[in-house]
């Protein structure tokens, strides 16, 4: 069986497809630019492929997944140049008229890491993908089912207590000043030191404040929804991160709730080179083909 | 049928018996003294009624609510003097060898607004509720199951944005100084004033304060969940302090995600006289008494 994959990233697109095992049989990866241009690329490459069952969208946000929504199926609110309001599926459904699956990138990636550990034998109560990167966003995926009544979660956008090294720094979220993502994305090392993330050593105090305010949103995930496990990806995570951020979440969390060892709950993505949500995207489209194919199954 | 309905709260208790329309038949309520004393007196509550059914227990917490743990039917970590690794439901269970309920005192108030809806024609995907008090904290029910994989949410002890007008209190919480339940439970009154919280007026600024806290909370929840409805009760709570919580929610918020008229969305209690947490309880305990009569009927 062949099932599409698109992550629809702020920075890159990567469109794949797969089998129903999850495996990537070809990729392609191209800068997000317009929408037209790069709608256009992607409906491309899937061109290419005579039998696509279905397709798996993973898209940066905030998008809208009720169905009963006129706008399904649209990014709609991005802080993104050109993309707000933008029509995703139904452009791509035009082309393929096949059942498409219509999530965050961040809820791709979680449901990715989610079939990663069930693969590997472990099957989780629940998990949070938060992703740090250019943006900051969070997947949650509960009993199998991904989390958000009359949305998606929007986890980067949420307030925090200030550290006390970092009281001048405004935020750079064009909508809500020093929320998360604004204190604690990959361009706030641009807005604070003039350098990009990159290039600033582990070893800088900006890492250490940055940690400290990913840990509260991990807390604050912790204390909502008690999950099984926290992945953090996205270009600012690294093990070395990851070590910065346990520190602050013990000392911020104070055992007041028990999470088990901090090293296998706040943990780096499972699924290797940046593929959760490629992983997920296929997965959810598998899950949308089969879900299509039961009334069927039930008129035969 | 008969229901048993305990509200433990860390003020008072309220036990009940009601049926299996949750209409409650007679109640009880005392101050919480000492785990024997209060545990004493609603076991001989109980114990005045021949054939309870099931009893549904809705508790301050944390407790721990994993029937995998030898600790299942405690209240653990809490801060209350004496009730530290308090057992609870063994010690009712020995008294009463029926199906017995237990989760924290707001998921049976979310459980019971929730379930007053559905009475009411309103089926919500979702509904967190807080309680703003002695101590804050939250349930959520989602697709009608209470949240939470590897305990309950303890939404109460998440930290926030301060407000420029209160940057010097240090917050009452003993666990984490400054967070939500530390900077805006009931008490918080009185360690800013030296006045009890029921006895300033709505026009101080600290009520202005306050609300900016639990907007906070309640933006949190938001951006986690995307609930349908978000419940505050609580001592602190009132339909005038509901009016500056939505007002610091919707610039806090800045429309980034879409909840729709905030006066629908941000509510009061349905369930009247504080009566959402009995409700809860009675309802728990019914779905409780139906799940252990399930295996009985397929034996029979």
């Known amino acids: 069986m062949l099932l599409g994959s698109v992550e629809a990233g702020g920075t890159k697109f990567v469109c794949a497809v797969g089998n129903e095992d999850f495996k990537v049989q070809e990729s392609v990866t191209f800068p997000t630019t317009t929408p037209e241009e790069t709608l256009r690329k992607t409906l491309a490459f899937f061109k290419k492929f005579a039998d696509l069952k279905a397709i798996g969208v993973s898209s940066f946000g905030p998008i809208e997944i009720r169905k009963s929504s006129p706008k399904y199926g649209y990014i709609t609110n991005t802080p993104k140049p050109g993309w707000k309001d933008t029509d995703f599926v139904n452009k791509l459904q035009a082309s393929f008229p096949v059942p498409i699956a219509w999530t965050t990138d961040v809820n791709g990636s979680a449901y990715g890491e989610y079939i990663a550990y069930k693969k590997a034998g472990l099957q989780l109560s629940s998990l ?127 055992d007041y709730v028990a999470v088990g060892d901090l090293e296998q709950y706040i943990v780096t993505p499972k699924v290797p080179h940046n593929g959760s949500a490629i992983m997920g995207s296929l997965a959810l489209a598998l899950a949308e083909y089969q879900k299509s194919a039961q009334p069927k199954a039930t008129n035969a």
């Open 128 to 254: 949070a993908y938060y992703t740090v990167g250019t943006g900051i966003g969070a997947g949650i995926v509960t009993d199998g089912k991904l989390v958000g009544s009359e949305g998606h979660p929007e986890l980067g956008h949420v307030y925090l207590k200030r550290h006390s090294a970092d009281l001048n720094f405004k935020g750079i979220c064009p909508y809500h000043g020093d929320c998360l993502e604004g204190l604690a994305s990959g361009p706030t090392f641009k807005a604070r030191l003039g350098i990009a993330g990159q290039d600033v050593p582990l070893t800088d105090p900006t890492w250490n404040i940055i940690a400290y305010y990913v840990a509260q949103g991990v807390m604050q995930a912790t204390l909502a929804l008690r999950p099984s496990k926290i992945v953090i990806g996205g270009g600012v995570s690294s093990e070395a991160f990851l070590k910065k951020v346990r520190l602050h979440f013990k000392k911020l969390l104070n």
